[in-house]
């Protein structure tokens, strides 16, 4: 199997090397004492790699450790990939951003929008201008999170069976229409919140190529970048290298196994583009690089320069950042300085993030704390994977980012 490796010398990319080795001593002290079972961590430059670490345990019941194949759940970090088979699709004259979902899932054209009252009883309006494949891609939609526990849409989607997965049963087709027939949250394309509209834009990357999202992400996206691991599931040649899920235990905040995230033993019926991705360290490096590099890896052109460039512009209503039309989202990062692209988050304002960063970094993670940012900028590209949910348990990605930029002396 492909694997990463250290291609260059950190002085030669710009890094001090013993300030790059801080990333290693700080994050050990996470395994150490329990607050992460291991984890696998690369940082690249101008396409080259001068920090690449593993350390702790993949499976700490078996003791088996964090090794450069492990396999991860990417979660929500499939959100960027979905979107980039989206955006194949529009480069191709195949869907605009500004067409309406219903015209490729038609019960989307009746969602009502949530105006008040009790889960029990809501009062609804009409949608003042149709949902968009645009409004899927910024999570402008008005579509939510079952597991978000904050409003009475939430309590709907559960009430659907639809909070940590998708009822037995469902493919994405199915879910998506069990989705259309709830409320939306809001208006679409007046507010940012985090939900299943990247799984409802995978359903468009189906009904517009007639390929099942997994066949197309493997052909367009995966095979052309090399990126052999990943896919919906984890394949019986995988199985050894599959990382166990884990929680804190209250109290201790100590990692446990999780009662959840067993590996599944065949394809899923539900491919969701919006969490269900599972791969190496190796291949989002790839995927992460071809961000960085434009559209375009080791010969492969997945998207245009443009395309790319529009991707990492802040797309959210009248130009403001997630603190200023974004719900609240549990989550260890600020929403301050930060707005939101086509499946990225993009910084608009490093200042008000209060960290390193390079304003157009366009970066997402996943909810058993993975995470990874691209900023072409610097060329700089990062990935931390682990697994432990939730992602806001502890402050990684802000630490990680501060830890990297600070080993940045040319």
Same mark, same amino acid.
């Given at each position: 199997m492909p694997a990463p490796a250290i291609t260059a010398e950190p002085k030669d990319l710009g890094f001090d090397a013993d300030r790059l080795a801080r990333i290693t001593s700080h994050f050990k002290a996470y395994v150490d004492d329990g607050r992460l079972p291991g984890w696998a961590i690369a940082v690249s430059r101008d396409g080259e790699t001068p920090y690449l670490e593993t350390y702790g345990k993949r499976d700490l019941e078996s003791g088996a450790p964090v090794e450069l194949d492990t396999v991860w759940r990417f979660y929500s970090m499939s959100k960027p990939i979905t979107t980039v088979a989206a955006m194949i699709l529009f480069e191709e004259g195949k869907l605009e951003l500004t067409d309406p979902v219903a015209k490729f899932i038609p019960s989307f054209a009746d969602t009502r929008v949530y105006s008040k009252g009790p889960a029990t009883n809501p009062g609804t309006v009409p949608q003042a201008q149709p949902m968009t494949v645009h409004n899927l891609m910024t999570h402008t939609s008005g579509l939510t999170y079952g597991f978000m526990y904050a409003t009475g849409v939430d309590h709907l989607y559960r009430q659907a069976g639809f909070e940590l997965g998708t009822p037995d049963g469902l493919d994405l087709a199915d879910a998506c229409d069990a989705w259309a027939a709830i409320p939306l949250l809001f208006q679409p394309g007046t507010e940012w919140n985090y939900s299943v509209s990247t799984d409802v834009l995978g359903r468009v990357v189906e009904v517009v190529s007639g390929q099942t999202l997994g066949d197309f992400i493997e052909e367009r996206i995966c095979r052309p970048l090399g990126m052999a691991d990943t896919s919906f599931w984890c394949t019986d040649e995988q199985a050894d290298r599959f990382a166990a899920l884990y929680v804190p235990r209250p109290g201790t905040r100590k990692a446990v196994p999780a009662p959840l995230g067993q590996?599944?033993?065949?394809?899923?019926i539900f491919l969701?583009?919006?969490?269900?991705l599972v791969g190496t360290l190796y291949d989002y490096m790839r995927f992460s690089q071809m961000i960085a590099n434009n559209g375009v890896l080791d010969g492969a052109r997945i998207l245009g320069s443009r395309t790319v460039d529009y991707m990492g512009q802040n797309h959210l209503p009248g130009g403001h950042d997630l603190a200023e039309v974004g719900r609240?989202? %549990? $989550?260890?990062?600020? %929403?301050?300085? $930060?707005? %939101?692209?086509?499946?990225f988050s993009v910084v608009v304002d490093p200042v008000k993030t209060k960290n390193l960063c390079s304003k157009g970094e366009m970066a997402w993670g996943g909810a058993a704390s993975t995470a990874f940012w691209v900023d072409r900028k610097e060329a700089i590209t990062a990935q931390f994977m682990t697994q432990l949910l939730p992602s806001s348990t502890w402050p990684i990605r802000a630490e990680l980012r501060k830890l990297v930029y600070a080993a940045l002396v040319d």
């Open positions: 590996r599944t033993s065949e394809p899923p969701g583009g919006g969490g269900g609240p989202l %549990f $989550t260890e990062s600020v %929403f301050d300085g $930060t707005g %939101f692209g086509l499946g």
